[in-house]
């Protein structure tokens, strides 16, 4: 995979999960596809924390 920019990983799990919640036709609970984002791009906990505060944040959690 190669180096990534910090918070880069982040930042596509954000991209994927607007994704997945703008254009599925039967969406996941926002919890559900934050756990998904988190193996899929390969998160360290610190990075899984603040994607799931990126979230609360925008208060749709």
């Given at each position: 995979?190669?180096?990534?920019?910090?918070?880069?990983?982040?930042?596509?799990?954000?991209?994927?999960i607007?994704?997945?919640?703008?254009?599925?036709?039967?969406?996941?609970?926002?919890?559900?596809?934050?756990?998904?984002?988190?193996?899929?791009?390969?998160?360290?906990?610190?990075?899984a924390?603040?994607?799931?505060?990126?979230?609360?944040?925008?208060?749709?959690?």
């Amino acid at each position: 995979m190669g180096i990534q920019a910090e918070g880069e990983q982040v930042r596509k799990a954000v991209k994927w999960i607007s994704a997945e919640r703008q254009y599925a036709k039967d969406p996941k609970p926002l919890k559900k596809l934050v756990e998904e984002a988190c193996s899929l791009f390969d998160l360290s906990p610190k990075e899984a924390e603040e994607l799931s505060n990126f979230f609360r944040v925008k208060d749709v959690w």
